[in-house]
């Protein structure tokens, strides 16, 4: 049933969503000057997998295509960042001693490049094929990475250099920049590029959902028959979404190799693809808000519960006997609430608030009309 | 040439593994159009119940209590899931499935840990001498129920009338329906009967030459995704020649590493996956799949 929104008219409703974004803007800028080092870590891996899952659901939620690439292509943009990077005359691997905002672009570039090399595969194959042949993706990459290591580092992976823009290095100093008393150290700092990331990527991300663009790739996912007698051309609108996705997968991979300071080739397996599946169906497919949503819960989880595993119960610290480890826990719930979204509720917890939204609505409009009955009486 | 006749045959034995994984899949697929991403989980899972229990019963009563449980877990799968949204767009399937596999297999994470579990296989260690070559008899034994299973699911398929129910659920689930067949039935079955499949290659697969049962098991049983991938989805014929390609073309690159140092170590680990790649380039529906025919 759809109904118009009569009790809240849309100039009230611009407000109070401008209102809210300002609120979240000022808190997401004050954060760091009270929060701790663990707060900011966990933010900063929250925000490299949103900018990931934001991508993937432009590709599995809108375009329809099931993808398990994101690991492979976050890698690619991770190790070419810290090719790029690393200074050549420090460093015991390969390094072209490019500035680093330069190479974190160029990275970006390379993801895109990944995608691009990978498209004619995926304007072949249709459907699940397509899926399945995304997996082998995952385990070719690190393959290459465990055996080139002049590039990845091998097996311990390699330090990454940090991000330095207009002259000013995002890392540990004994000079730090001051802000309102406090000093700004490398994670602070990096708090601030990734919510400048974050907003780049979540209008980039509305930008191409919520358009022709968005629109045409929703087509191909409904029907590519129906998409392609309606004149969208079903190949380069597939091969886009691929390369769109994986430029915000590189995007995710150099802020994660930013955030971990290390990239090791293990960290990109398919548990890794799991989880962003995860992200992008638990938090609503194809809806950018919910990838977000999504990457906080599920990337943001395990490092919660890892820290606070003594206060909780049933969860025990890496390496104990008699309970559960952070991880086993996380992926217990996420696979649970992957079963409960897809039989319940296919929009996930964007589907829940909208719910919830409605209800609150509906129970606002009820108050109204028995009020104004009662002044009327 | 014999070492290259011995890398053939003991490629040939993993293949026939893969192939019974590959089996249940495309079972599965061709009744629902699920691609179950739960299938290594259940290979696990088959291989742990043998595991658990050969001990106080023996393996015979052990295998004989697991398989049925497997199947009936399997099956239980679809009728209380995937059942629910039958029809719903493949890769909504696929997804749901990824979700049940994540569950399951952090319970079997949890209960395994970094254990080894060992299947005291009656045959042993035993390996059989055929002259030229020597395989493991675990393999062997492998191949030969591969060859059992081929026969049976193709009388099954000809001479059965759930066979014919299976195929006519397959071919048009609505037609189907209205000559009285239930399509939740027909998913279910073949459900419980890719999941026996899965129980029995998870006990070879956690036998010699490999060790017993770990958490790889799941990973292992990743590599029939490339044989249903190079066979076709909807092809029985495929699986079995998919798992069966897959089996020496990994074991040749294992063999001849030292030939094919330049491609890094571990090579063999990708082999699977590189041959799918290069079989979908060339044919985008694998080499036994039904293409799909859309004009536009």
């Not at chain 1, 070719?140 to 055996?147: C, D, F, K, T, V």
């Not at chain 1, 409960?340 to 829940?352: A, K, Q, S």
Request: net charge positive; aromatic share 6%.
């Amino acid at each position: 049933m759809t109904t118009i929104d009569q009790t809240t008219s849309r100039p009230t409703q611009a407000v109070i969503r401008g209102v809210a974004l300002a609120l979240i803007g000022v808190a997401v800028c004050v954060a760091p000057l009270y929060l701790d080092t663990f707060w900011l870590r966990t933010g900063l891996t929250v925000a490299s997998a949103a900018v990931g899952a934001i991508g993937l659901t432009i590709l599995v939620g809108t375009t329809g295509q099931l993808s398990f690439a994101h690991p492979f292509l976050m890698a690619g943009a991770a190790v070419t960042y810290v090719t790029l990077a690393d200074n050549p005359v420090n460093t015991a691997h390969l390094g072209l001693g490019l500035p680093p905002a330069a190479a974190a672009v160029l990275a970006i570039f390379a993801a895109g490049a990944l995608g691009l090399a990978a498209s004619p595969l995926a304007s072949r194959l249709s459907g699940i094929y397509l899926g399945i042949a995304t997996l082998s993706l995952v385990f070719i990459g690190q393959h290459i990475l465990e055996n080139w290591t002049a590039a990845s580092g091998g097996f311990f992976g390699r330090p990454v250099p940090p991000m330095s823009l207009f002259g000013l290095s995002l890392a540990d100093s004994p000079t730090p920049p001051v802000l309102l008393g406090v000093p700004l150290q490398r994670e602070e700092l990096l708090w601030y590029l990734s919510a400048a990331v974050i907003v780049v990527a979540w209008i980039a991300g509305r930008n191409v959902v919520h358009s022709r663009v968005g629109r045409s790739l929703a087509a191909v996912r409904d029907s590519e028959v129906l998409a392609a007698t309606n004149g969208v051309n079903v190949r380069s609108a597939k091969r886009g979404a691929y390369i769109a996705s994986s430029m915000f997968a590189g995007a995710a991979g150099v802020l994660f190799a930013l955030t971990t300071g290390s990239v090791a080739p293990e960290t990109f397996n398919l548990g890794l693809a799991i989880s962003f599946l995860a992200m992008v169906v638990v938090g609503g497919l194809g809806s950018v808000a919910g990838a977000c949503m999504g990457a906080a819960f599920i990337a943001g989880l395990p490092l919660l519960l890892q820290e606070f595993s003594d206060q909780l119960p049933l969860i025990v610290q890496t390496g104990e006997a008699g309970g559960m480890q952070a991880s086993t826990a996380t992926s217990y719930l996420a696979g649970a609430l992957i079963v409960l979204c897809m039989l319940f509720e296919p929009r996930g917890l964007v589907g829940l608030a909208t719910r919830g939204r409605s209800l609150a609505t509906r129970a606002l409009r009820r108050t109204r009309i028995l009020t104004s009955r009662a002044t009327h009486n | 040439m014999s070492h290259l006749t011995s890398l053939l045959l003991n490629g040939l034995s993993t293949g026939a593994v893969y192939a019974l994984i590959a089996l249940g899949l495309v079972l599965i697929y061709k009744c629902s159009q699920v691609v179950s991403f739960t299938h290594g989980t259940l290979v696990l899972l088959g291989a742990y119940l043998v595991g658990t229990m050969d001990d106080a019963s023996g393996f015979i009563v052990a295998l004989l209590i697991a398989v049925p449980v497997a199947a009936g877990f399997a099956g239980s799968i679809n009728l209380t899931l995937l059942s629910r949204r039958a029809g719903a767009p493949p890769v909504s399937l696929a997804i749901l499935t990824i979700g049940i596999d994540l569950v399951v297999l952090s319970v079997l994470t949890q209960q395994l840990g970094s254990n080894v579990l060992n299947i005291s296989h009656p045959w042993g260690e035993t390996r059989w001498d055929l002259g030229v070559a020597s395989m493991s008899a675990n393999r062997g034994i492998a191949l030969l129920m591969v060859a059992a299973v081929a026969v049976s699911l193709y009388l099954i398929f000809t001479r059965s009338p759930w066979g014919l129910a299976m195929r006519a659920v397959s071919e048009d689930t609505e037609a189907a329906a209205l000559m009285g067949l239930s399509r939740t039935t027909i998913t279910t079955l073949s459900w419980a009967t890719a999941g026996a499949l899965a129980c029995i290659a998870g006990m070879f697969m956690a036998g010699p030459p490999t060790p017993g049962v770990t958490t790889t098991v799941a990973v292992v049983a990743l590599r029939a995704f490339p044989a249903l991938i190079i066979g076709g989805l909807d092809s029985l014929r495929g699986a079995i020649v998919g798992g069966l390609l897959i089996g020496v073309a990994e074991s040749l690159a294992a063999g001849y590493q030292h030939e094919l140092q330049f491609m890094g170590s571990g090579f063999a680990e990708i082999v699977p996956f590189l041959l799918m790649l290069g079989v979908l380039v060339a044919r985008p529906s694998g080499l036994f799949g039904s293409r799909e025919m859309t004009r536009v």
